[in-house]
């Protein structure tokens, strides 16, 4: 299995700002993925992070307020952009190193006031 | 994404008691099922899968049931224990390895 740490665990921001989420996995893994959770909620992809290549998105969430980099097969940052009370939630990253067993980081709880 | 429907939304069982959770989906294409457990505060764990070659698979206390043709899955969790309060979440993914969730069973065993 694959060990996911995520940098920062939580967050209070202003509106207006961004914020940069680290996912370290401490493996080599095929794919990642950046995932939303509201509080009592389910998971909620918002995109696929490919390695040396563009994101790619899931219906509802665009590159421009999302923008994913994946440098390399073990590291990806998600950016929340211009942030608005709307974006309070957990953000999750996941990987797994056949692709598809996937492991979860322990989010980072975003609340922008 | 794929659309995935889990019941029940909450479930209270007596400790000793047998639980079953239930999802389906519409895609005839899925080829991999996996179960996550949430704690509350902690990430999704992943507690057991199956794929679509298998029918049932059972690791200790927990077994998963799949029936391709009718689209459904199913959890089963056998002589409960307090420890397995949490959240539960079916999922289902494909050949493109991306995963949709279900809504979630809350899950509480009564002592």
């Known amino acids: 299995s694959a060990v996911i740490s995520q940098k920062p665990s939580r967050d209070i921001c202003q509106r207006g700002t961004s914020l940069t989420i680290q996912c370290q996995v401490d493996s080599q893994v095929t794919m990642m993925f950046w995932y939303r959770q509201q509080p009592g909620q389910s998971l909620t992809l918002i995109a696929t992070a490919n390695q040396g290549s563009e994101a790619t998105y899931e219906s509802g969430f665009v590159i421009d307020k999302f923008p994913i980099s994946r440098p390399n097969l073990t590291f990806s940052t998600l950016t929340v952009s211009n942030m608005s009370p709307e974006d309070s939630s957990i953000y999750l990253c996941s990987g797994g190193a056949n692709g598809e067993t996937q492991y979860f980081g322990p989010g980072t709880r975003l609340l922008v006031l | 994404g794929e659309n995935v429907e889990q019941h029940p939304s909450t479930l209270s069982v007596q400790e000793g008691d047998s639980a079953v959770i239930k999802c389906t989906y519409s895609d005839s294409a899925s080829n991999y099922f996996p179960w996550y457990k949430q704690e509350l505060g902690k990430r999704p764990q992943l507690i057991i899968d199956?794929?679509?070659?298998?029918g049932e698979k059972k690791d200790q206390r927990i077994a998963v049931t799949l029936n391709k043709t009718a689209k459904h899955f199913s959890l089963h969790i056998t002589e409960t224990q307090p420890e397995d309060s949490a959240v539960y979440f079916c999922?289902?993914?494909?050949?493109?390895?991306?995963?949709?969730f279900g809504a979630g069973t809350t899950v509480t065993v009564r002592a």
């Open positions: 999922a289902v993914g494909s050949n493109d390895y991306k995963l949709s």
């Open positions: 199956i794929r679509s070659n298998v």
